[in-house]
């Protein structure tokens, strides 16, 4: 049920938060107001600022609490940004980081601080240049990032201060070995704990911050039960189900660390899998996507190629996230001023948005199951380049109800298979569902006979200089590609054999024509040795109302490792053999546009974000005449426009069909399609 704007908490409604990550030496340079005035320009509605933890910026009176030095004693800094904020209507969080404190704590106080294998303690910076003292990590599960700091920290924040959230900074459990975690690991497992830290149980670290969150959250709700509490979740490693558990809201950061180099940047999709992963919980308030300004926290004081920062912003609104600025310093310390131009610019195009996204429900026809692994990112990979709407699920939310809402469920490679989703599975398919399965799989019997193929299988080396051959007139995995018999092809492969009378082969192998040192030379003995073999490398295998299509080899290794058009047009083709008439939307195909599409009311929200170019972005190359067509069914037409760029758009509807032109887009932009 939603529920109306006017009786929404103020955390529950569009957020533009920005974060100016202060540096205790600049803490004289800030003007309450000025601050306040500047966020309001750069279009915040909201502010996260430090508070406590590693320092107080504030004059605390909890012992082992240290004071940032650097503070004015003419008037309480922190109390003065809060009201002035307040004025402007701008929300405040409290920004607190109990995982380092300085090394005159750990002199007093060492049993509080983590400790690596051999028992020393872990310090942060050591070798770092200037006067500063050092940094000690502190454990999780130690009295100060419990009840002897942490605690009554919080509880002196909310008693002297009004503030309006609190968000926990680098909150996560850090490696130990101390007494404590010891005694607790031992406890819990009934077992002493691995000197190895890969050898941990896997609910070992979740389970830490669990508790460690668990108790803070208990002190936030009794001392200001109306403030909420914000939590960090993780796209890779980390339990979203314990983290939803122990907090308000959820934020992630996909960070653009441009300086790992060329070879090593993140992928492009990070930010919009990062926002599709933390709306999969359901009657959960948007969540945060954190994007810093900087290249890399080794180049924090310097800002993103505009271009670039402008498409990784763009992804957290147009995959239903709300936005969080993360700024090294305030607006007057910040040297690079592109950053605030982009921030400034993009938050203006948020505000246009964000009154129709509020409460809108994503729209896909297909799921994909989320491993957090390369074979996941592969085919988010191909998903998203060929502008194809779908939801991510974890393995928990794999329920019949659940996969009844989409036509299709992809599973990578790598997915756990146990009795109960096989036979989730195949109720789904049997009902009218669509399942994409690649690569290596377990010889269970149902789990075979859902895929039509025998159980009689065998798994081959690694092949090179190998192809896969499109079988039969009118293929479908073909379309798109019937200029070509065969495409490329390498890796492992499931050598199986088809089993069941609606079973269909439509691609085989072709193996390796030649070692790989002697593909080149010489041409004239490169001729196929077998150029035709009965080995699958695609089985579509009807079941009750719906069909299996296996993949007995890895087309997300080949997506990530070659991006070749021919892999993407294959697993596009794959999608549309489910969907069928069924599909409801498309777009013309750009690699590098991304699409997706959003429900509210009487309405539709397409969103389109164009990442095209070799990233890093120096530039953002404008995509002309896009044209967008919509299945209507019975639905008709009222209005259709640019809630971005507020241009007029020309569009078609008739037998069924809703055809838009967008004449230019530049980053990002957002159509809402009205229904009578």
Known sequence: MSISTESK???????????????????????????????????????VFNVGGIYAWYHSQ??????????????????????????????????????????????????????????????????????????????????????????????????NYDIDGIFFNAPNYTVCFCEACRRKYSTLYNTEMPSDRKQFHPDWASTCMRDNMDNLYATIKQTGKDIPMILYYNLYHDNLFDRAETTDMLCTEPQDILSLGHHHIPEFWKPALSMKMGRSLPDRPTPFGIVHSSPGMDWRHTGLPPAEYSFWLSQIPAHGGSIWHSLTGIPNTIGDKRILDVVKSFNLNVEK???????????AQIAMMWTADASAEGWADGLINMQIPFDVLLEAQATPDKLSE??????????????????????????????????????HPELLKLLGISEDFYISEPLTASYLRFE????????????????????????????????????TLVPPFSPMESVGAPPERASLPVSHTDLPLAVWNAVGKG????????????????????????????????LGKDKFIEVSNYQGLQMTVFEKNNTLL???????????????????????????????????????????????????????TVPKLDIWECLLIEFE
């Not at 639905?635 to 007029?648: C, F, G, T, W």
Request: aromatic share 8%.
């Open 353 to 363: 948005v964000e009154s129709y996204m509020d409460e809108a429900i994503a729209s």
């Open 9 to 47: 908490s103020w955390w529950q409604k569009p957020l533009r938060v920005i974060q100016p990550n202060l540096q205790v030496r600049d803490t004289d340079l800030i003007d309450p107001a000025e601050l306040a005035a500047q966020m309001k320009d750069m279009g915040a509605n909201t502010i």
């Open 62 to 159: 909890v012992k082992y609490h240290t004071i940032n030095e650097f503070l004015p004693t003419s008037f309480d800094l922190l109390k003065a940004v809060i009201e002035e904020c307040h004025k402007l209507d701008i929300r405040f969080i409290a920004r607190v980081d109990f995982s380092k404190a300085e090394d005159s704590i750990y002199l007093q106080r060492p049993d509080w601080f983590a400790r690596d294998i051999a028992g020393e303690p872990v310090t942060i910076g050591a070798l770092r240049p200037g006067n500063w003292s050092l940094l000690m990590s502190t454990c999780i599960n130690s009295a100060y990032r419990n009840d002897a700091v942490a605690v009554p920290v919080l509880q002196e924040i909310m008693s």
């Open 406 to 443: 989409y036509k299709g469920l992809v599973i990578p490679e790598g997915m756990k298979y146990n009795d109960s989703f096989i036979s989730i599975l195949t109720h789904y398919v049997e009902a009218g569902g669509h399942i994409f399965v690649e690569g290596t799989i377990p010889n």
């Open 547 to 578: 069909h299996a299509l296996y993949l007995p080899f890895s087309l997300s290794h080949l997506i990530n490792e070659y991006k070749l058009g021919e892999h993407y047009q294959v697993l596009s083709n794959a999608i549309d053999m489910a």
């Open 606 to 660: 397409v969103h389109l974000v164009n990442g095209v170019g070799r990233r890093p972005l120096s530039t953002n190359i404008p995509l002309h005449e896009i044209i967008v067509k919509l299945k209507l069914d019975s639905k008709k037409v009222k209005a259709v426009r640019q809630l971005i760029s507020e241009q007029p758009l020309s569009f078609e509807s008739s037998n069924g069909k809703l055809s838009i």
């Open 472 to 507: 039969g007139a009118n293929n479908p995995l073909q379309k798109g590609l019937e200029h070509t018999e065969i495409i490329a092809h390498r890796g492992k492969v499931l050598y199986v054999l088809p089993n069941g009378a609606n079973t269909q082969v439509l691609a």
